[in-house]
Protein backbone atom coordinates (compact mmCIF):
# COMPACT_ATOMS: atom_id res chain seq x y z
CA UNK A 1 0.00 0.00 0.00
CA UNK A 2 1.37 3.37 -0.97
CA UNK A 3 1.57 6.01 1.36
CA UNK A 4 1.81 9.97 0.10
CA UNK A 5 4.88 11.79 1.12
CA UNK A 6 4.66 13.10 4.57
CA UNK A 7 6.39 17.01 3.81
CA UNK A 8 4.04 17.65 0.87
CA UNK A 9 2.06 20.82 1.33
CA UNK A 10 -1.56 20.07 1.99
CA UNK A 11 -4.25 21.57 -0.25
CA UNK A 12 -7.78 21.31 -0.44
CA UNK A 13 -10.32 21.14 -2.86
CA UNK A 14 -12.34 24.23 -3.50
CA UNK A 15 -16.41 23.66 -4.32
CA UNK A 16 -15.51 23.83 -8.37
CA UNK A 17 -13.07 20.42 -7.84
CA UNK A 18 -9.90 23.23 -8.53
CA UNK A 19 -7.04 23.04 -5.83
CA UNK A 20 -6.20 25.83 -3.82
CA UNK A 21 -3.17 27.40 -4.17
CA UNK A 22 -1.37 28.52 -1.08
CA UNK A 23 -1.87 32.05 -0.03
CA UNK A 24 0.36 35.25 -0.59
CA UNK A 25 -1.61 37.39 1.10
CA UNK A 26 1.11 37.90 4.01
CA UNK A 27 4.03 38.43 1.55
CA UNK A 28 2.18 40.72 -1.13
CA UNK A 29 1.00 43.00 2.27
CA UNK A 30 5.23 43.11 3.25
CA UNK A 31 5.96 43.97 -0.84
CA UNK A 32 2.98 46.71 -0.54
CA UNK A 33 4.41 48.43 2.98
CA UNK A 34 8.22 48.62 2.17
CA UNK A 35 7.13 50.17 -0.94
CA UNK A 36 4.55 52.52 0.88
CA UNK A 37 7.92 53.13 3.05
CA UNK A 38 10.21 53.93 0.59
CA UNK A 39 7.62 56.38 -1.00
CA UNK A 40 7.27 58.04 1.80
CA UNK A 41 10.62 58.42 2.60
CA UNK A 42 11.56 59.79 -0.79
CA UNK A 43 8.68 62.56 -0.12
CA UNK A 44 9.63 63.45 2.95
CA UNK A 45 13.49 63.68 1.71
CA UNK A 46 12.24 66.16 -1.42
CA UNK A 47 10.20 68.36 1.24
CA UNK A 48 12.72 68.75 3.30
CA UNK A 49 14.69 69.89 0.35
CA UNK A 50 12.35 73.04 -1.00
CA UNK A 51 11.72 73.75 3.20
CA UNK A 52 15.55 74.48 2.69
CA UNK A 53 15.21 76.50 -0.91
CA UNK A 54 12.35 78.83 0.17
CA UNK A 55 13.79 82.15 1.03
CA UNK A 56 15.50 82.25 4.22
CA UNK A 57 16.34 85.21 6.57
CA UNK A 58 19.63 86.11 7.04
CA UNK A 59 20.80 87.23 10.90
CA UNK A 60 23.04 89.99 11.57
CA UNK A 61 26.02 88.66 12.88
CA UNK A 62 25.44 84.65 12.23
CA UNK A 63 26.64 83.04 9.17
CA UNK A 64 23.43 80.87 9.67
CA UNK A 65 20.48 81.94 7.96
CA UNK A 66 16.73 80.78 9.45
CA UNK A 67 15.16 78.08 6.96
CA UNK A 68 11.98 76.20 7.08
CA UNK A 69 14.61 73.40 6.88
CA UNK A 70 13.98 72.31 10.80
CA UNK A 71 9.91 72.28 10.38
CA UNK A 72 10.57 69.92 7.38
CA UNK A 73 13.00 67.52 9.57
CA UNK A 74 11.41 67.64 12.29
CA UNK A 75 7.79 67.06 10.55
CA UNK A 76 9.42 63.82 8.61
CA UNK A 77 10.06 62.42 12.43
CA UNK A 78 7.10 63.34 13.60
CA UNK A 79 4.64 61.69 11.06
CA UNK A 80 7.13 59.42 9.83
CA UNK A 81 8.57 57.85 12.70
CA UNK A 82 11.48 57.38 14.45
CA UNK A 83 13.79 54.98 11.76
CA UNK A 84 11.88 56.29 8.43
CA UNK A 85 12.18 60.14 9.04
CA UNK A 86 15.55 59.24 10.24
CA UNK A 87 15.99 58.09 6.77
CA UNK A 88 14.27 60.50 5.21
CA UNK A 89 16.34 62.94 6.42
CA UNK A 90 19.61 61.20 5.67
CA UNK A 91 18.12 60.74 2.00
CA UNK A 92 18.38 63.91 1.97
CA UNK A 93 21.77 64.99 3.77
CA UNK A 94 23.01 62.35 1.31
CA UNK A 95 21.57 64.02 -2.05
CA UNK A 96 23.08 67.29 -0.89
CA UNK A 97 26.65 66.31 0.22
CA UNK A 98 26.66 64.27 -3.28
CA UNK A 99 26.49 67.76 -4.66
CA UNK A 100 22.92 68.93 -5.17
CA UNK A 101 21.96 72.05 -4.40
CA UNK A 102 19.55 71.00 -2.14
CA UNK A 103 20.43 72.95 1.30
CA UNK A 104 20.02 76.81 2.76
CA UNK A 105 20.84 79.33 0.15
CA UNK A 106 21.00 76.41 -3.10
CA UNK A 107 24.15 75.06 -1.57
CA UNK A 108 25.38 71.59 -1.80
CA UNK A 109 28.72 69.54 -1.87
CA UNK A 110 31.17 68.52 0.89
CA UNK A 111 32.14 72.12 1.20
CA UNK A 112 29.22 72.38 3.35
CA UNK A 113 31.55 70.64 6.00
CA UNK A 114 33.34 73.78 6.88
CA UNK A 115 30.88 75.77 7.23
CA UNK A 116 29.58 76.66 10.56
CA UNK A 117 26.15 75.40 10.26
CA UNK A 118 27.01 71.98 9.37
CA UNK A 119 26.88 71.20 12.71
CA UNK A 120 22.82 71.24 12.40
CA UNK A 121 22.84 69.35 9.20
CA UNK A 122 24.37 66.46 10.91
CA UNK A 123 22.00 66.87 13.96
CA UNK A 124 18.98 66.41 11.29
CA UNK A 125 18.88 62.68 11.82
CA UNK A 126 19.03 62.12 15.06
CA UNK A 127 16.41 65.13 15.44
CA UNK A 128 14.10 63.42 13.40
CA UNK A 129 14.44 59.69 15.09
CA UNK A 130 13.72 61.21 18.45
CA UNK A 131 10.42 63.55 17.77
CA UNK A 132 9.71 60.53 15.64
CA UNK A 133 9.91 58.19 19.12
CA UNK A 134 8.23 60.91 21.18
CA UNK A 135 5.43 61.29 18.85
CA UNK A 136 4.43 57.89 19.29
CA UNK A 137 2.90 58.49 22.69
CA UNK A 138 0.28 60.35 20.90
CA UNK A 139 -1.39 57.23 20.30
CA UNK A 140 -2.11 57.07 24.14
CA UNK A 141 -3.82 59.84 24.79
CA UNK A 142 -7.22 61.59 23.49
CA UNK A 143 -7.04 63.50 19.97
CA UNK A 144 -7.84 66.91 21.56
CA UNK A 145 -4.22 66.60 23.35
CA UNK A 146 -2.46 65.44 20.64
CA UNK A 147 -1.03 68.81 18.82
CA UNK A 148 0.67 69.16 23.02
CA UNK A 149 2.28 65.56 22.65
CA UNK A 150 3.76 66.18 18.72
CA UNK A 151 4.84 69.98 19.91
CA UNK A 152 6.74 68.51 22.60
CA UNK A 153 8.15 65.31 20.24
CA UNK A 154 9.37 68.34 18.20
CA UNK A 155 10.87 70.69 20.54
CA UNK A 156 12.47 67.54 22.11
CA UNK A 157 14.33 67.10 18.63
CA UNK A 158 15.43 70.95 18.87
CA UNK A 159 16.60 71.20 22.37
CA UNK A 160 18.34 67.91 22.56
CA UNK A 161 20.03 67.26 19.17
CA UNK A 162 20.11 70.33 16.77
CA UNK A 163 20.28 73.54 18.84
CA UNK A 164 23.78 71.94 20.87
CA UNK A 165 25.05 70.07 18.39
CA UNK A 166 24.67 72.94 15.95
CA UNK A 167 25.81 75.31 18.47
CA UNK A 168 28.97 73.51 19.38
CA UNK A 169 30.23 73.29 15.61
CA UNK A 170 29.30 77.05 15.11
CA UNK A 171 31.35 77.33 18.74
CA UNK A 172 34.40 75.73 17.35
CA UNK A 173 34.26 77.04 13.67
CA UNK A 174 33.88 81.19 14.55
CA UNK A 175 36.17 80.20 17.50
CA UNK A 176 33.86 81.32 20.49
CA UNK A 177 33.75 80.68 23.90
CA UNK A 178 30.60 78.64 24.82
CA UNK A 179 28.92 81.60 26.37
CA UNK A 180 28.95 83.55 22.97
CA UNK A 181 28.55 80.40 21.07
CA UNK A 182 25.49 79.95 23.38
CA UNK A 183 24.07 83.51 23.16
CA UNK A 184 24.44 83.40 19.28
CA UNK A 185 22.68 80.11 18.98
CA UNK A 186 19.68 80.99 21.13
CA UNK A 187 18.67 83.80 18.65
CA UNK A 188 17.09 80.62 16.65
CA UNK A 189 14.90 79.40 19.55
CA UNK A 190 12.30 81.78 19.59
CA UNK A 191 11.82 80.54 15.38
CA UNK A 192 11.87 77.36 16.08
CA UNK A 193 9.15 77.22 18.52
CA UNK A 194 7.04 79.06 16.30
CA UNK A 195 7.72 76.34 13.63
CA UNK A 196 7.27 73.60 16.22
CA UNK A 197 3.98 74.67 16.45
CA UNK A 198 3.74 74.84 13.13
CA UNK A 199 4.62 70.76 12.93
CA UNK A 200 2.34 69.90 15.55
CA UNK A 201 -1.18 71.45 13.49
CA UNK A 202 0.23 69.80 10.48
CA UNK A 203 1.07 66.42 12.22
CA UNK A 204 -2.31 65.96 13.71
CA UNK A 205 -3.93 67.04 10.65
CA UNK A 206 -2.44 64.06 8.97
CA UNK A 207 -2.85 61.86 11.50
CA UNK A 208 -6.70 62.91 11.46
CA UNK A 209 -6.53 62.04 7.94
CA UNK A 210 -4.53 58.80 8.06
CA UNK A 211 -4.82 57.23 11.30
CA UNK A 212 -2.69 54.52 10.44
CA UNK A 213 0.36 56.93 9.49
CA UNK A 214 -0.18 57.63 13.44
CA UNK A 215 -0.75 53.50 14.58
CA UNK A 216 1.76 52.33 12.55
CA UNK A 217 5.46 53.71 13.57
CA UNK A 218 8.50 52.71 11.78
Not at 3 to 26: D, F, K, W
Not at 45 to 68: D, K, M, R, W
Not at 165 to 172: E, F, L, N, S
Request: hydrophobic share 55%; with cysteine; glycine share 10%.
Amino acid sequence: MSTAPQNEPRTSPTPSGAVALPSVGARGRARSGTTTDVALVATFAAFIAVCALLPSIPVAGIPVPITLQTFGVLLAGVVLGPRRGAAAVGLYLAVGLAGMPVFAQATGGLAVVAKPSFGYLIAFPLAAALAGYVASLARRVRPALRPFVLFGAAMSGSLVFIHPIGIAVMGWRLDLDPGAAIALGATFVPGDVIKNMLVAVVAAAIFRAFPDMLRVRR
